[in-house]
């Protein structure tokens, strides 16, 4: 698979080499400034093939595609119309934390003995904890 996008990088850099052939032949003059169309796709190349093979093929200088490059990857500049505000993010564990657990251990008179496990923040103890304690004890 990786060989199939080197393969068509490797054709898309020659269609641009040619691109920049036609761009030279046909400018006016030496100093002309390489065409943003033509820094744009030498750019795209580059996430796929390393700078300095683009740079060597299109015959255009390893900085100058350098610094093409980190203006197209620098995040855009906010106007300044827009405020910035503070925004607080819930803190995320970096491991998963183990669940919350606790044990109650209930035991009568009469020798009845309750243990309950629970994985629950607040379970609804209230209710189970009074109906044990006052159910009417056997009588032998």
Do not use: N
Request: one cysteine or more; proline letters at 9%.
């Amino acid at each position: 698979m990786k060989s199939i996008v080197h393969t068509h990088a490797a054709q898309a850099l020659a269609q641009l080499a040619a691109r920049f052939d036609q761009w030279r032949a046909q400018r006016l003059t030496r100093r002309e400034r390489i065409p943003a169309c033509l820094w744009e796709q030498a750019v795209a190349l580059t996430t796929v093939l390393p700078l300095s093979r683009v740079a060597k093929y299109l015959r255009v200088s390893w900085q100058d595609l350098h610094q093409h490059c980190a203006t197209h990857h620098a995040p855009a500049v906010e106007s300044s119309s827009t405020t910035l505000r503070f925004v607080e993010l819930p803190a995320t564990p970096a491991w998963p934390m183990p669940p919350l657990s606790a044990a109650v251990e209930l035991q009568r008179t009469d020798g009845a003995c309750l243990r309950i496990h629970y994985h629950e923040p607040q379970p609804p103890l209230v209710a189970l904890v009074r109906t044990f304690l006052e159910t009417p004890q056997c009588s032998s």
